[in-house]
């Protein structure tokens, strides 16, 4: 039996892509380099980390081919994704590998950190200040716009100080 709407979309799984060879991919574990993304998106709706390419121009030698290059269906139509990025994003002390999309919002998957990485998010009623709780405890506080959640990073919180 199919559920939800899961049968109007053809599976398009993912394909394999050509990686570069091991020299030139930067170990995660030694990850420093850090996005010029203002807030990322809290989206329950994707699989993925993704960030803009306007937001790691800066570092763009370091943008990789990924060992897998997923299809995702977008309000624009499918995407096809071969890029992708290690960054570290200060705000959860955490090391990610969002793929590098032209003309996305940067976007944290919630459903990813939930399921597999121990993290809880918390919403409650009638609240504007859900939270991630990450596995030992500490809470991460998200900000709401417009009934969206929002982890807002250093550089937004610079921007708002320069322009107050």
Same mark, same amino acid.
């Given at each position: 039996m199919l559920s939800g709407l899961s049968f109007l979309l053809p599976s398009v799984p993912a394909a394999a892509c050509m990686r570069r060879d091991a020299s030139s991919d930067r170990s995660e574990e030694s990850c420093v380099n850090v996005s010029n993304t203002r807030r990322w998106l809290v989206d329950s709706g994707s699989a993925w980390d993704l960030v803009d390419m306007g937001n790691v121009k800066h570092v763009k030698d370091l943008i990789r081919t990924p060992q897998v290059c997923p299809r995702l269906w977008t309000a624009n139509g499918i995407t096809y994704v071969d890029k992708e990025f290690p960054l570290y994003v200060p705000e959860l002390d955490e090391e990610s590998v969002p793929f590098v999309l032209k003309d996305t919002p940067d976007v944290l998957t919630m459903g990813r950190r939930c399921m597999n990485e121990g993290y809880t998010f918390v919403w409650k009623a009638n609240s504007d200040k859900p939270y991630?709780?990450?596995?030992?405890?500490?809470?991460?506080?998200?900000?709401?716009?417009?009934?969206?959640?929002?982890?807002?990073?250093?550089?937004?919180? *610079?921007?708002?100080?320069?322009? *107050?």
């Open positions: 991630f709780r990450k596995p030992d405890g500490t809470r991460i506080i998200v900000e709401v716009e417009n009934y969206v959640p929002y982890l807002v990073t250093d550089l937004e919180m *610079s921007a708002v100080a320069v322009l *107050s």
